[in-house]
């Protein structure tokens, strides 16, 4: 049986995803010692308040549209959970804690390529479940976040 979700609801989960991102980055920028690392957790975060902002309008414009409810809702939402409920993303308080408890700015870049694959992960999972005619903006999500990863390895690259 296949779950359904609204781009509503896809579009609540990349919030919670993105505030956490953003929590994590601007929280590892302050840690960074060297500045090439400081600007680039503080690009990163930039970059989360961009996808938020553009998720919040989305949600917005789509809070005017009438949306059924999937039908299997309630086993739809423990699945959405289950996927949400990561340390790297579950919640901006645990994605701080995790850009703190690194012991190093190495520790933090891997950390910060997990969060990325994570919710890489995350949206490839919702890709699957939402309609065909709302795939597109979450392909796009994916292309972004491609991009973060791409970055973040860079940097590891050179550190390690």
Do not use: C
Request: charged fraction near 30%.
């Amino acid at each position: 049986m296949s779950i359904f979700f609204s781009m509503r609801e896809v579009i609540e989960m990349a919030v919670t995803t993105e505030r956490s991102g953003q929590a994590f980055y601007q929280n590892a920028s302050k840690l960074a010692r060297q500045n090439n690392l400081k600007e680039l957790f503080q690009y990163l975060a930039e970059e989360e308040e961009k996808h938020l902002k553009t998720f919040q309008g989305f949600y917005n414009a789509l809070k005017e549209k009438a949306e059924v409810t999937p039908y299997n809702w309630e086993e739809a939402k423990l699945y959405l959970e289950a996927l949400v409920d990561s340390e790297f993303f579950a919640s901006p308080e645990k994605a701080i804690n995790l850009a703190k408890e690194a012991k190093d700015e190495l520790e933090v870049i891997y950390a910060a390529i997990e969060f990325e694959k994570d919710t890489l992960l995350f949206f490839y999972q919702i890709l699957e479940m939402i309609k065909s005619q709302e795939q597109e903006l979450v392909k796009k999500i994916i292309e972004q976040e491609k991009k973060h990863i791409q970055r973040l390895s860079t940097v590891k690259s050179k550190l390690s």
